[in-house]
């Protein structure tokens, strides 16, 4: 089993050697232009221009709660679009975080080497960290993928 690491930092700068993944939750809604999604685009600009266009084609495509879109953004380095949020409001409903859908893309990440990521699903989306990291111990770190979590110091 490997292990969750957290460490002050930003997540779009991942401290490792070798291939990564940066992890983070999108909506439903094919929008992007809210919390950590800003962080991402002023780093690299291919993973909104993808989503946007995974969205777009969504009745064509894989794309609803659950679904994982890796994009390249380096040879060694790939950003993960997991759609884990319905919506972008919380209601009656409760948080647009939906924790399946998120454990379903974790899942889908385990076939990756070192996973980086902040607090996923615990800003905009209303998720609480007490839910999101069983979760993220269970769908990759006992499958022996390491995971770094990133808080911004």
């Known amino acids: 089993m490997k292990s ?3 460490i002050a930092g930003d997540a779009t ?8 993944v940066v992890a983070h939750v999108c909506n439903d809604l094919g ?7 800003l962080a991402v685009s002023k780093r ?6 993808a989503y946007r266009a995974w ?9 609803g709660l659950g679904a994982v879109q890796l994009v390249r953004v380096k040879p060694d380095l790939w950003v993960a679009n997991m759609v884990a949020q319905r919506g972008i409001r ?3 409903a409760g948080p647009p975080i939906r924790y399946d859908a998120l454990e379903r893309c974790l899942v889908a990440l385990g076939e990756h080497a070192v996973v980086h990521m902040p607090r996923i ?3 905009l989306a209303g998720g609480v960290w007490s839910r999101v990291e069983p979760l993220i111990t269970g769908a990759l770190c006992e499958r022996g993928v390491a995971v770094t979590v990133y808080d911004r110091g």
Request: hydrophobic residues 25%; charged residues 20%; aromatic residues 10%.
């Open 55 to 63: 969205h777009r084609g969504r009745s064509g495509n894989d794309f």
């Open 4 to 6: 969750l690491s957290i």
């Open 121 to 123: 699903g615990c800003g």
């Open 13 to 20: 700068s991942p401290q490792a050697a070798g291939p990564k």
């Open 90 to 92: 919380t209601g009656s």
């Open 31 to 37: 929008g992007w232009g809210k919390g950590f999604v």
């Open 44 to 49: 690299w600009r291919e993973p909104e221009i």
